[in-house]
């Protein structure tokens, strides 16, 4: 259901830029950040309208699309416009291509055929190193890097997930032990994060098997949609989300360890790496979930016994 403030401000933004009226608003799905509309229009073409709940992330997320799209192999969605709130639109939006697909978190792919399988998993996780491959001098968001540093961008942050955590904690949104484990985290950060991160690779920031799109019938990827606190940073930084959800089904995180020059602590970082993402997302208003967040504390917990930091 498409409510009718949402529904009003997709009919002046698509008159406005398309000069052409709407035909029907379709919603494709809320996330935390923001909610995606199908939207066709009179004349044919179709459009995606990504509404933001989060103030300022539109602009970063446009400005990580259109870097993408410029260096993966696998389709982006081509930024139309970006729209900010004005006195007539109350919203911050950006406007994109539609790419026809579903994404790979759906249990019936994994009943498809070895090989299918097997070329989704080679096709994504090369074009991931791909991207990787485009760097930049510096570190740190996309739209500005400006540390010398891997570790000096992520400690920061780290940091700021840390205090997050212990207020949630306090107002009993996250549990005591789930804070107990972060601070333990965050006070091995320097031994974890010992190693110089040689170059600073343009990441995508979520690439879970939600945000990797596909045909359904072939398992063709067609699309990475959704890129979220895209940064130039860490490669392996990149790779935590492949074991998020069902990802550890397709092997897209072996796979990448196969083929790139994977470090001595990669499992040890992605395992941070996927803890702090997590409860920074609980801290700052998301739900907490068992079926993403019980994994990720074993695994953690897993890692610590294996380098003896428990």
Not at 9 to 30: P, Q
């Amino acid at each position: 259901m498409v409510d009718s403030i949402n529904k009003k401000y997709i009919k002046k933004m698509a008159a406005e830029h398309f000069s052409a009226a709407v035909f029907s608003i379709d919603k494709l799905g809320k996330g935390g950040a923001a909610t995606a509309y199908k939207v066709v229009l009179e004349n044919g073409k179709i459009v995606v309208f990504k509404n933001y709940h989060i103030e300022g992330m539109y602009q970063k997320e446009a400005s990580a699309l259109r870097l993408l799209r410029r260096h993966s192999p696998i389709c982006v969605p081509e930024v139309y416009f970006v729209y900010g709130k004005t006195d007539d639109i109350l919203c911050e939006c950006i406007c994109m291509e539609y790419i026809k697909g579903v994404n790979s978190l759906i249990f019936k792919h994994l009943l498809k055929s070895k090989s299918k399988k097997k070329n989704l998993v080679q096709t994504v996780v090369e074009a991931t190193i791909k991207i990787h491959n485009h760097t930049s001098e510096k570190f740190g968001c996309v739209c500005n890097p400006i540390f010398d540093t891997w570790q000096d961008y992520y400690k920061p942050f780290c940091k700021s997930v840390l205090t997050a955590a212990q207020t949630a904690n306090a107002s009993g949104k996250l549990k005591k032990f789930i804070l107990d484990l972060l601070e333990k985290s965050y006070s091995h950060f320097d031994f974890i994060f010992s190693d110089k991160i040689e170059k600073a690779s343009l990441l995508h920031g979520d690439l879970n098997v939600m945000n990797i799109m596909v045909d359904k019938k072939t398992l063709e990827p067609v699309a990475f949609i959704d890129p979220l606190n895209s940064v130039y940073g860490d490669p392996e930084y990149d790779i935590f989300q492949f074991k998020n959800l069902w990802g550890d089904c397709w092997g897209f995180y072996d796979y990448y360890k196969d083929i790139a020059v994977a470090s001595e602590k990669c499992d040890l970082k992605t395992a941070f790496y996927a803890f702090f993402n997590e409860v920074n997302w609980v801290a700052n208003g998301g739900k907490l979930l068992g079926i993403i967040m019980n994994p990720i504390v074993k695994n953690i917990k897993r890692q610590f016994e294996i380098w003896g930091l428990m």
